[in-house]
């Protein structure tokens, strides 16, 4: 590793509508080095990498590269000084192919017309250059998977000759298998002289990755360290400022299980073949996957939410067949979707439509006045611990963790027996994780019975009272909970021979 | 986030004060009533009569099918959705019931009857081809309006024949006689206020609380059991009954021709438009794009006032929804 500074920011402040939400930055970024970044949401990561990458001018301090300063009024500007950037969100051009989506804008041109054969030649050495065999320069974007989305988005930034690379929760949309190929495209570039900021949750990864971490807080670094010299809990404590005692609540005894409320036999839709299991009430089961296994798939087939080609889903004992998600509502189901956005809210509503949305449509409000135990949306809040200002604030505004905790009050509200989770802490900060994980036990063992689908090995391991297995389509296993990570992978990459 | 003025847990303190929450309310729509209140004032002092209740209410009785439509437009945008077929069918139901009737006092409340059941037969066409037969609404009822213009045409064979009955008249024309100081409360005036108390609660109503979120994410309200389709459809059904209510006004009005609905629909998206209505869905308020009617018939008074030609009035609406949908996008980025 070659110890030459690229990149210095110092004293970095920004404030929006008088309120500073950087107070003084500083962070420097070695050629040659994965400098990870972590901190819970809205401690300012995301604005700090904007004011780099030209997105926000800062307010006061100075951004240098190669000891030069520099200011950067327009994105593009940033573009030119090597600056690249992969959001969480793509930018590509679904119908457009690999190499029109890496030359867009800035097509090499002969004689007046796109010189279509020498874009896909520059494109195939780029790919080369990583490693990436798997797509060629002619694939449409659309048939890639996310994971080889992230790829263009990347090779596309180092055809700009990006030599700061700043990539925001890269793994937030991958599954398990597909993490190792980016860590390995990552230490490629690495290996090219590329200094890249990496930001994530995931800290396992920030270990298995960085050579240093730097924690963000309220705005402002708490503190820079070498990957070797610190460990998880330190880094937690750093990022939270308090003590975590246990990563998660603890599990429900045995003898808590109450009569079976989901049972799935032979499901089998366009995507599943011939899937079953069952819930019991108090129960946690856990799905496990790599990302387009069929996890999601079995939540939106017993939700009524996909077509069922075969089998049958028992609720309560009773078979039922739903066409609309409705019907799942009126029998008792909740789903909180993996994409908060885009499937769980109405994010120029309010918190308060939002939380009433799902009942609203299954009990008219004359039998919701006389139904007890029905809470207000000033209770959902308190049992939730939401953080607003208000009941008619825009859900929009809110962070990521508080979306998260409208969604749930939503089906809470419908006082449902079987909820099932997608993703249930994607994308939330450390503090509201563990108050949602708090949360999703504590409904178990008032009777519900729950249905978790993570890409989070801790999470599906810590959490789980038994974990099911999804390995293209078909139950591959099912493992006890606190099963190790590796008992998950095998069967999730298909590598173990096991009966089901 | 520096949006998140944040307490403990729970909801801020500003929860308990309603009137604050009003004036942050008024503040994120009230656009619409500050500029309404200017152009009433702005009139009065250009022709100080305006202020008077006789000519204040022959303006709100003038205002009162355009209201009413941009009532049924409301509804049909706010879940994202476009009815350009209204315009047309007001023209139907004037040129039906002036055939109908030919003058006959005794046919009127059949043929109302007839009226509203039309206007919910062609609002229900449009919502089922738009939902389940997924025909984007702008063609679907682009399609209708032409198809209504034809039938009109077909059916009256360039001139509207026959004629309206007194007593279909008097709904647009007259009122409640003998009230002290105002003389008159026209029909149509309460009629519009009764349609916009109507429609305010059906918003506050959980069918209402269902349209607005399945404009904003259709999606997600569906994965929380809401019956897009069924909700989207009934907003053209309501817009349909609407556009009846209007014709039967404008026929009072107005003589019976086969030009009486020409360019309502635009009028009424415009006026909802101008009150803050998003196309696309999710976002406005039905009392804001009522508003957003009245605003509208006080500009062309304004106009006229001004001397401007009224050949203008197209040109001016041209530039008032560019304007105002460029307006609510520039105070989206600002909020952002």
Known sequence: MSEQTLLQMEGIRKSFVGVEVLHGVDLDLRAGEIHAIVGENGAGKSTLM????????????????????????????????????????????????????????????????????????????????????????????????????????????????????????????????????????????????????????????????????????????????????????????????????????????????????????????????????????????????????????????????????????????????????????????????????????????????????????????????????????????EVTELRARGPEQEVRFLSGGNQQKVVLSKWLETQPGILIFDEPTRGIDVGAKAGIHDLIRKLAKDGVAVLMISSELPELIGMSDRILVMHEGVLAGELPGGASEPQIMELATGSAEVAA | ????????????????????????????????????????????????????????????????????????????????????????????????????????????????????????????ANGFISTILRVPSFITTLGMLLILNGAVFWWTGGAPRGALSDNFRSIGRQGIEGIPWIEQLPWSVLLMFAIGAASVLLMRADFGRQLIATGDNERAARLSGVRVDRVRILAFVLSGVLAAVAGILLGGFGGVSAQVGKGLEFDAITACVLGGVVLGGGRGSVVAAMAGALTLEALFTWLNLQGISGALEDTVQGVIIIGAVGFAAYRLRGAR
Do not use: C
Request: proline share 4%.
């Open chain 1, 50 to 381: 904007k004011t780099l990458a030209g997105v926000h001018a800062p307010d006061e301090g100075t951004i240098r590269i190669d000891g030069q300063e520099v200011s950067f009024h327009h994105p593009a500007a940033a573009q030119a000084a090597g600056v690249g950037i992969v959001y969480q969100e793509f930018n590509l051009l679904p119908d457009r192919n690999v190499a029109e989506n890496i030359f867009i804008g800035r097509e090499p041109v002969r004689a007046g017309i796109v010189d279509r054969r020498k874009m896909e030649r520059e494109t195939a050495a780029l790919l080369e250059e990583v490693g990436e065999a798997s797509f060629g320069p002619r694939t449409p974007v659309r048939w890639l998977s996310v994971a080889q989305q992230q790829v263009v988005e990347i090779v596309k930034a180092r055809s700009l000759n990006a030599r700061i690379l700043v990539l925001d929760e890269p793994t937030a949309a991958l599954a398990e298998g597909e993490v190792e190929l980016l860590f390995t495209l990552v230490r490629r570039l690495q290996e090219l002289g590329v200094g890249v900021l990496y930001i994530s949750h995931r800290l396992r990864e920030v270990f298995a990755l960085s050579d240093r971490i730097t924690v963000i807080k309220d705005g402002g670094v708490v503190k820079t360290l070498n990957t070797a010299e610190t460990n998880q809990r330190e880094l937690v404590n750093l990022m939270v400022g308090r003590e975590l005692d246990g990563y998660f609540p603890e599990r429900g005894a045995k003898d808590d299980l109450g009569d079976v409320r989901l049972k799935v036999s032979g499901l089998s839709t366009a995507l599943l073949r011939d899937v079953s299991f069952e819930v019991r009430a108090g129960e946690i089961v856990g799905l496990a996957g790599l990302q387009g296994s069929g996890r999601t798939e079995i939540a939106r087939a017993v939700f009524g939410a996909d077509p069922i080609a075969d089998g049958t889903v028992e609720i309560d004992g009773k078979a039922k067949r739903f066409k609309h998600p409705r019907q799942a509502v009126k029998a008792g189901l909740g789903f909180i979707t993996e994409d908060r956005k885009a499937e769980g809210l109405a994010l120029a509503q309010s918190i308060s439509d939002n939380m009433l949305l799902a009942v609203r449509t299954v009990m008219p409000s004359r039998k919701r006045r006389s139904t007890p135990g029905l809470m207000t949306v000033k209770e959902l809040a």
């Open chain 2, 1 to 124: 986030m520096s949006t998140e003025n944040v307490a403990a847990s729970g909801f801020g303190a500003d929860e308990q004060d309603r009137g604050r929450r009003f004036l942050s309310a008024l503040a994120s729509t009230g656009t619409i009533f500050i500029l309404l209140l200017i152009l009433w004032v702005w009139i009065t002092i250009l022709n100080p009569t305006f202020a008077e209740p006789g000519p204040f209410l022959a303006y709100l009785k003038r205002s009162a099918p355009l209201v009413i439509l941009a009532a049924g437009a409301y509804f049909v945008l706010v879940s994202g959705n476009f009815d350009l077929s209204v315009g047309s069918l007001v023209t139907v139901m004037v040129v039906v019931a002036a055939r109908l009737i030919e003058g006959e006092p005794s046919r009127t409340w059949p043929v109302i009857l007839l009226l509203l059941v039309i206007g919910a037969v062609v609002g229900f």
